[in-house]
């Protein structure tokens, strides 16, 4: 393989024939087979909307780091949103060479589990000083959920279910994770991300035209560059626990930016907070277990308990003193 498949999503949005939905559906499974990752075009978003999300961001970055400091992930308490800075996020215990911003689904003191305090649930972070940034941020992230909810119909009828299966089992009240991150560029090599997988069911991908995206195939690395109007599409861990191994988690990576500054944004849409991930029978087990594999030698089929449960452990590692603040634990 050299180059990622691109798959057209217009039979899922449109009342198109049997048969070009189950061509579709044979497609995604192939993806999800082969690579774990794929471009996704016909999905619907606003370019405009995504055009004004990339102003706003440079806006943002290019603020002083006093401004920037206003929206500090200690902010943001248990929450863990907002502003981090070059540095601040580990991957696989090293620095990545990126600042980001952290955003989540828009909730009031008065939701239940902020109440109760519960992890990564809780109000957003806004800059004052740059208003319009808020309703970009929750409209891209609402069609972002619709292209999710969407896509998912269409790897249910890759699996033979239903089409609103992971819905009502799992996307009903899904986890959604945001982010803004923004990549210097750096005379100095390194990575902007190590090697990992993530953490959901799926994650959507915007990109600017820089580049620097890179997939791991068995073949070896491959480029994922940006093509323009096309999402990048990537199955996580609970996917691939879910399907036994069937579908692949695949790990990635981001090249340090030597010439241009670098913009992604990456958007997850991940099962409900209290969901068990219980895998389908007809796939458990159809092949071994590839934690030796892995980049963190963790079996993702291991885990018991629910989705938020695996989720904290994971942020744990990427903002570990973030973790220990939050939770008394550590100076």
């Known amino acids: 393989m050299s180059a990622l498949p691109v798959l057209d999503l217009s039979p899922l949005r449109r009342d198109a024939a049997e048969p070009a939905r189950d061509q579709l559906a044979r497609a995604i499974a192939a993806a999800c087979r082969d690579s774990g990752f794929f471009y996704v075009v016909g999905h619907g ?9 990339e102003q706003l961001s440079r806006r943002f970055f290019a603020a002083a780091e006093a401004d920037k400091q206003t929206l500090a992930m200690s902010r943001g308490g248990r929450a863990w949103r907002g502003w981090f800075p070059l540095g601040g996020e580990l991957t696989s215990g090293r620095p990545d060479l990126k600042e980001g ?3 989540g689904t828009e909730l009031g003191p008065d939701h239940p589990r902020v109440r109760a305090g519960v992890p990564l649930h809780g109000a957003n972070l806004w800059p004052a000083w740059l208003p319009e940034l808020r309703p970009v941020v929750l409209d891209v992230m609402a069609q972002l959920a619709e292209v999710a909810q969407l896509l998912l119909t269409g ?16 996307t009903g009240d899904p986890t959604l994770l945001f982010r803004i991150f923004h990549y210097p560029a750096t005379p100095r090599s390194g990575w902007g991300v190590g090697e990992h997988t993530d953490y959901g069911l799926l994650t959507l991908l915007v990109q600017d035209d820089v580049g620097g995206l890179q997939v791991k195939t068995p073949g070896g690395w491959i480029d994922a560059p ?5 999402l990048v599409c990537n199955i996580g861990d609970m996917l691939d626990r879910l399907t036994g191994g069937w579908y692949r988690s695949t ?12 913009l992604s944004f990456p958007f997850f849409f991940d099962p409900a907070w209290d969901a068990e991930i219980v895998p389908l029978p007809r796939r458990a087990a159809d092949l071994p277990d590839d934690a ?14 629910t989705y938020g449960e695996y989720l904290l452990a994971k942020v744990a590692r990427v903002f570990p003193a973030l973790h220990a603040e939050v939770h008394g634990d550590g100076a």
């Open 101 to 103: 911003l952290y955003f």
């Open 45 to 53: 978003l606003d370019p405009a909307l995504l055009g004004r999300l």
């Open 292 to 305: 030796a594999e892995r980049w963190d030698r963790a079996s993702v089929h291991a885990h018991r308990g």
């Open 226 to 230: 940006p093509l323009p109007g096309a």
């Open 155 to 170: 790897v249910a009828r890759s699996l033979d279910l239903a089409p609103e299966w992971f819905r009502v089992h799992y």
């Open 251 to 262: 790990p990635h990576r981001v090249r340090g930016s030597v010439d241009r500054d670098r």
